[in-house]
Nanobody, 122 residues
Framework: QVQLVESGGGLVQAGGSLRLSCTVSGRTDRNNYMAWFRQAPGKEREFVAAIRWGGGLRSHAEPVKGRFAISRDDSNDTVYLQMNSLKPEDTAFYYC???????????????WGQGTQVTVSS
């Protein structure tokens, strides 16, 4: 069973940067996809980015393209979300999730971390 632990959230001013980390433990498959979702107060959870654990494939949602970048580091079993040019509308609780095969739908992910808060002040 894969387990996920997020870290790296915090408070940042608009235009600033943060890097979120998702430490992955347990038995993984090359075709596992690790994804980041976010949920703002009063809104539905939305897809942010995903990356194939075995490498080669990644996807970013339109609102974050060019500003956010998902990556992974095999040496420490960690998935990162580098967030640049942050905007107040990026304020949300960010979750790491895992599933076999790609999806941008949160209900299709069966493994979740506990989440980390990102707050962007204007």
């Amino acid at each position: 069973q894969v387990q996920l632990v997020e870290s790296g959230g915090g408070l940042v001013q608009a235009g600033g940067s943060l890097r979120l980390s998702c430490t992955v433990s347990g038995r993984t498959d090359r075709n596992n996809y690790m994804a980041w979702f976010r949920q703002a107060p009063g809104k539905e959870r939305e897809f942010v980015a995903a990356i194939r654990w075995g490498g080669g494939l990644r996807s970013h949602a339109e609102p974050v393209k060019g500003r956010f970048a998902i990556s992974r580091d095999d040496s420490n079993d960690t998935v990162y979300l580098q967030m640049n040019s942050l905007k107040p509308e990026d304020t949300a609780f960010y979750y790491c999730a895992a599933r076999l095969g790609f999806s941008d739908r949160d209900r299709e992910y069966d493994i979740w971390g506990q989440g980390t808060q990102v707050t962007v002040s204007s």
